[in-house]
């Protein structure tokens, strides 16, 4: 393709697309060099993302990071292509994943939370899934495959053609994700999706979520949970709400 290549990442009207990948310097750079510094910092709880290509690069990974002191618990990544079955992700297929937290499970030495995939036919089985192989606690949803052209050019505007949709344009579909998951299992669900504003959280929080996490607005605004949560403390005082887990699964049904 002549001149320059399409970039990695490309925002929306109300999201973001990206193909940036899974971009770090690797499990033990990050015990040895990361994480002695993490745990310098007040008040701060590490969660290791945990990610690979087969069920043995999450097993390896995990036993190295096991080394590491200060990790509260590891979030596997099952977003990811499992090179091993034919390049289908683990988080789409029920086999897959099941084997894949099952093989977390037995190496891991702390909580396990799972980030489900939303590109599944039902979410609810792929949380009870989890539930059943050992995870601790799920968390949804990830990214949407998506794509942009460029009309003028007649190019795909990622380098990749498809990459990953987040931001507020995904929200309402990662909402009612998280209800149905939340409905599924008896572990925590942590939700995320599109969450820019407090309401936002109580929104996912009143949908079932015990926890939420927030990533594109950060793109946007460098301190944006800061912001947001003094957002939240402003809003709970407000409506009378003394512990942000009275909201979970409280949304009035009549």
């Keep these: 393709m002549a001149g320059n290549p399409p970039p990695r990442l490309y925002e929306t009207a109300a999201g973001m697309l990206n193909a940036i990948g899974l ?25 290791a993302n945990v990610f690979g290509y087969t069920r043995a690069d ?9 080394e590491g002191e200060g990790i509260a618990a590891y979030e596997l990544n099952v977003s990811c292509p499992n090179t091993a079955h034919g390049g289908i992700q683990f988080g789409s297929d029920p086999r897959s994943l099941d084997e894949v937290v099952n093989a977390a499970r037995r190496v891991s030495q702390r909580p396990l939370i799972v980030k489900l995939s939303p590109n599944v036919t039902s979410i609810a089985h792929m949380a009870r899934v989890a539930e059943e192989a050992g995870a601790d606690a799920i968390s ?9 052209i460029d ?4 190019k795909p505007r990622i380098a990749n053609v498809t990459a990953g949709l987040s931001g507020p344009a995904i929200k309402p579909l990662a909402l009612r994700m998280v209800y149905d998951a939340s409905k599924a299992v008896k572990i925590p669900v942590i939700g995320m999706g599109g969450i820019s504003t407090a309401v936002d959280i109580v929104e996912f929080m009143l949908a079932g979520a015990t926890a939420v996490e ?5 793109f946007w605004d460098p301190v944006a949970t800061e912001k947001i949560a003094g957002e939240l403390e402003r809003w709970c005082a407000d409506h009378h709400v003394f512990r942000v887990s009275e909201l979970t699964g409280a949304m009035a049904t009549e």
């Design 23 to 47: 971009q770090n310097i690797g499990a033990r750079a990050f015990v040895e060099e990361k994480l002695p510094k993490l745990r310098e910092m007040k008040d701060v709880v590490v969660f």
């Design 58 to 66: 999450y097993e390896i990974t995990i036993q190295i990071l096991n």
């Design 140 to 148: 949804l949803v990830n990214t949407f495959m998506a794509m942009a």
């Design 151 to 154: 009309a003028e050019t007649r």
């Design 214 to 218: 927030i990533g594109t607005a950060s």
